[in-house]
Protein backbone atom coordinates (compact mmCIF):
# COMPACT_ATOMS: atom_id res chain seq x y z
CA UNK A 1 0.00 0.00 0.00
CA UNK A 2 1.31 3.72 -1.04
CA UNK A 3 -0.79 6.48 0.87
CA UNK A 4 -0.26 10.04 0.10
CA UNK A 5 -0.88 12.74 2.66
CA UNK A 6 -1.66 16.37 1.17
CA UNK A 7 -3.42 19.58 2.55
CA UNK A 8 -1.44 20.65 5.07
CA UNK A 9 -0.38 24.20 5.11
CA UNK A 10 0.06 27.29 6.98
CA UNK A 11 -3.29 28.59 8.61
CA UNK A 12 -3.88 31.16 11.44
CA UNK A 13 -5.09 30.08 14.95
CA UNK A 14 -8.87 29.34 14.60
CA UNK A 15 -9.00 28.32 11.33
CA UNK A 16 -9.10 25.04 9.48
CA UNK A 17 -7.31 22.73 6.93
CA UNK A 18 -8.67 19.70 5.47
CA UNK A 19 -6.16 16.87 5.46
CA UNK A 20 -6.42 14.12 2.80
CA UNK A 21 -4.48 11.14 2.17
CA UNK A 22 -4.67 8.54 -0.97
CA UNK A 23 -3.90 5.07 -0.73
CA UNK A 24 -2.78 3.19 -3.98
CA UNK A 25 -1.85 -0.55 -4.58
CA UNK A 26 -4.03 -1.96 -2.68
CA UNK A 27 -7.94 -1.63 -1.72
CA UNK A 28 -8.00 -0.07 1.93
CA UNK A 29 -11.71 -0.47 2.55
CA UNK A 30 -11.21 -3.77 4.90
CA UNK A 31 -8.44 -1.54 7.00
CA UNK A 32 -8.60 1.18 9.75
CA UNK A 33 -7.19 4.10 9.03
CA UNK A 34 -5.08 6.55 11.62
CA UNK A 35 -3.93 9.80 11.40
CA UNK A 36 -0.79 10.53 13.92
CA UNK A 37 1.45 13.80 13.94
CA UNK A 38 4.76 14.77 15.36
CA UNK A 39 5.44 18.37 16.54
CA UNK A 40 9.34 19.47 16.06
CA UNK A 41 11.12 17.99 18.82
CA UNK A 42 8.58 15.72 19.99
CA UNK A 43 7.50 11.90 19.83
CA UNK A 44 4.72 11.07 17.33
CA UNK A 45 1.02 10.58 18.28
CA UNK A 46 -1.90 9.69 17.93
CA UNK A 47 -4.72 12.11 16.74
CA UNK A 48 -7.53 10.02 15.27
CA UNK A 49 -8.54 6.35 13.88
CA UNK A 50 -11.26 5.45 11.84
CA UNK A 51 -12.61 1.77 11.47
CA UNK A 52 -13.09 -0.16 8.30
CA UNK A 53 -16.49 1.03 7.56
CA UNK A 54 -16.41 4.26 9.00
CA UNK A 55 -18.87 3.42 11.86
CA UNK A 56 -16.12 3.91 14.27
CA UNK A 57 -14.08 7.15 14.99
CA UNK A 58 -12.11 7.70 18.17
CA UNK A 59 -9.72 10.76 18.91
CA UNK A 60 -7.20 12.37 20.98
CA UNK A 61 -8.33 14.24 23.77
CA UNK A 62 -6.32 16.94 22.42
CA UNK A 63 -8.21 17.37 19.02
CA UNK A 64 -11.63 16.10 20.27
CA UNK A 65 -14.59 18.19 18.82
CA UNK A 66 -11.88 19.88 16.40
CA UNK A 67 -11.09 17.12 14.21
CA UNK A 68 -13.26 14.51 12.23
CA UNK A 69 -11.76 11.76 10.63
CA UNK A 70 -13.62 10.47 7.50
CA UNK A 71 -13.73 8.17 4.74
CA UNK A 72 -14.31 7.06 0.96
CA UNK A 73 -13.99 3.81 0.34
CA UNK A 74 -14.92 3.72 -3.42
CA UNK A 75 -12.18 6.65 -3.38
CA UNK A 76 -9.42 5.03 -1.50
CA UNK A 77 -9.45 8.05 0.56
CA UNK A 78 -8.77 9.24 4.40
CA UNK A 79 -9.36 12.58 5.30
CA UNK A 80 -8.88 14.87 8.56
CA UNK A 81 -10.90 17.79 8.70
CA UNK A 82 -9.40 20.20 11.24
CA UNK A 83 -11.13 22.90 12.72
CA UNK A 84 -10.29 25.59 15.47
CA UNK A 85 -6.91 25.15 15.07
CA UNK A 86 -4.24 26.03 17.84
CA UNK A 87 -0.39 26.67 17.54
CA UNK A 88 -0.09 23.38 19.52
CA UNK A 89 -1.30 21.58 16.75
CA UNK A 90 1.80 22.30 14.49
CA UNK A 91 3.19 19.22 13.49
CA UNK A 92 3.83 16.41 10.61
CA UNK A 93 0.64 14.89 9.83
CA UNK A 94 0.83 11.03 8.43
CA UNK A 95 -1.71 8.62 7.46
CA UNK A 96 -1.45 5.22 8.23
CA UNK A 97 -3.37 1.62 7.51
CA UNK A 98 -3.32 -0.93 10.41
CA UNK A 99 -4.02 -4.36 8.26
CA UNK A 100 -3.42 -6.38 11.04
CA UNK A 101 -5.32 -6.14 14.43
CA UNK A 102 -3.87 -3.83 17.07
CA UNK A 103 -3.92 -1.15 19.56
CA UNK A 104 -5.58 1.84 17.41
CA UNK A 105 -3.66 4.47 19.55
CA UNK A 106 0.26 2.81 19.11
CA UNK A 107 1.84 3.80 15.72
CA UNK A 108 3.70 0.72 15.97
CA UNK A 109 0.30 -1.46 15.28
CA UNK A 110 0.22 0.18 11.71
CA UNK A 111 1.78 -1.19 8.84
CA UNK A 112 1.76 1.09 6.22
CA UNK A 113 2.82 5.01 6.52
CA UNK A 114 2.50 8.07 3.93
CA UNK A 115 5.05 10.44 4.08
CA UNK A 116 3.38 13.35 5.73
CA UNK A 117 1.82 16.57 5.64
CA UNK A 118 3.37 19.60 7.63
CA UNK A 119 0.46 21.71 9.33
CA UNK A 120 1.70 25.30 10.70
CA UNK A 121 -0.70 27.19 12.83
CA UNK A 122 0.44 30.67 13.38
CA UNK A 123 -1.04 32.35 16.46
Known amino acids: VQLQASGGGLVQAGGSLRLSCAAS????????MGWFRQAPGKECEFVAV????????YYADSVKGRFTISRDNAGNMVYLQMYSLKPEDTAVYYC?????????????????WGQGTLVTVSS
Open 96 to 112: AVRVHSGNDYSQRAYDY
Open 25 to 32: GRTINSYA
Open 50 to 57: ISWRGGST
